[in-house]
């Protein structure tokens, strides 16, 4: 049973997810390594949680003091788990859900201003999903001046490939805890 890790829900469970649904939660280790990296910034953020899954790390968010989260996943079933969730929690306000593939969703135009902390958990086996979502991430309608851009992805039996980031983008840290690589990017301005 995955529980909260810190913060006002600190200790609350998350419910089990559905199950048919192909989700991979993030553990509460490699969740307590990205928020203690974060620190912070999370507090007043606006969050952007792509491929949403269990909603660990938007939840994680709203309770360190995250202003809102939009959660995005393309299984319905995932998105009335994370409603039945977020009305566990009592956090419906500050949670916005949305059922879409996470690349249909950043192409459309951004509603409701950028995001200043966005997590990219795609499934493992979708390699080449990363670089497409990242590019379509760094339009710069999507993230605040100095965004932190989380990505969790699996680790390879050497350690981890540095990702091919696209203009807008710079990688910041890059951390394995086991099977996952976590790397912390940060938005760039174009340089003149």
Not at 30 to 50: N, P
Not at 53 to 69: D, Q, T, V
Not at 148 to 153: G, Y
């Amino acid at each position: 049973m995955q529980r909260i890790v810190a913060g006002r829900l600190r200790g609350r469970k998350l419910l089990p997810l559905p199950g048919a649904a192909p989700v991979r939660p993030t553990g509460a280790k490699v969740r307590e390594a990205i928020f203690s990296r974060l620190f912070d910034q999370v507090r007043g953020a606006r969050v952007l949680d792509l491929f949403a899954g269990s909603g660990a790390l938007a939840f994680e968010a709203i309770s360190r003091g995250a202003a809102a989260a939009t959660l995005v996943d393309r299984d319905p079933a995932v998105i009335r788990h994370l409603r039945a969730q977020a009305g566990v929690f009592g956090v419906e306000a500050e949670v916005t859900l949305v059922n879409a593939d996470a690349l249909a969703f950043l192409g459309k135009a951004a509603a409701g201003g950028r995001f200043d902390l966005v997590f990219v958990d795609p499934p493992y086996a979708e390699v080449e999903l990363l670089a497409r979502v990242l590019t379509a991430l760094a339009d710069e309608r999507w993230l605040a001046a100095e965004a932190v851009v989380v990505v969790e992805r699996a680790r390879g039996r050497q350690g981890s490939a540095a990702l091919s980031l696209p203009i807008g983008l710079r990688a910041e840290q890059s951390r394995d805890y086991g099977q996952t690589s976590v790397d912390f990017l940060r938005a760039a301005p174009p340089s003149r």
